[in-house]
């Protein structure tokens, strides 16, 4: 696993169709060689590409709104920020560095999602948490702390809950 700056969700056993899609609609926004690999995780595609991530998932997001059925092999495409090695301290770390994000006054919640690791979801959050000298709001916050922990990997990225985007959802 390189480094990677998208994490995109599939339906299972639709890597390969999701991975041509991803790759089609990221050399339509300008990137001339994304790279896009699957992990062993199904329903799950890592990528990198030479393009702003959050940018690549407003892009996406227009797409999806214009014309809905043309992505129809991506679920979710997350920007990520961060890659460091699956531990609490180093995810931490991560985490200190994205936090200045996060204005005073502002809230922030952890959300960590696992694949294929037996590291504790609350020894994360806790780790995370205390880096963020900021209010907590788990249920309306102004940002998202997000981990992504695949196998020996996590991503980490400080984003807007908006800056993530759904497909399925944008179809309603």
């Known amino acids: ?16 169709s999701a991975r041509l899609e991803l ?8 990137d001339e060689s994304p790279e ?8 799950l595609l890592l990528a990198r590409t030479s393009l702003d991530p ?14 809905p059925f043309s992505l129809v092999n991506l679920r979710r495409v997350i920007p990520v920020e961060r890659v460091v090695r699956a531990d609490p301290e180093e995810i931490a770390d991560a985490v200190e ?26 020894d994360v959050i806790r780790a995370a948490a205390a880096r963020v000298p900021r209010r907590v709001d788990l249920e309306n916050p102004d940002w ?8 020996p990997v996590a991503g980490v ?15 309603g």
Do not use: Q
């Open 1 to 16: 696993m390189g480094e990677f700056n998208l994490l995109v969700t599939c339906p299972r056993n639709r890597e390969e």
């Open 23 to 30: 790759e089609d609609a990221l050399r339509e926004m300008g």
């Open 36 to 43: 896009i690999w699957t992990v062993g995780v199904r329903g």
């Open 54 to 67: 959050f940018e690549v998932v407003s892009r996406v997001r227009e797409m999806a709104l214009r014309n």
């Open 97 to 122: 560095a994205l936090a200045s994000k996060i204005g005073e006054g502002e809230s922030y919640r952890v959300t960590v999602e696992k694949r294929h690791t037996t590291l504790g979801r609350m």
């Open 144 to 151: 998202v702390v997000l981990v992504e922990i695949v196998g």
């Open 157 to 171: 990225s400080v984003l807007r809950p908006g800056d993530v985007v759904s497909i399925e959802k944008l179809r």
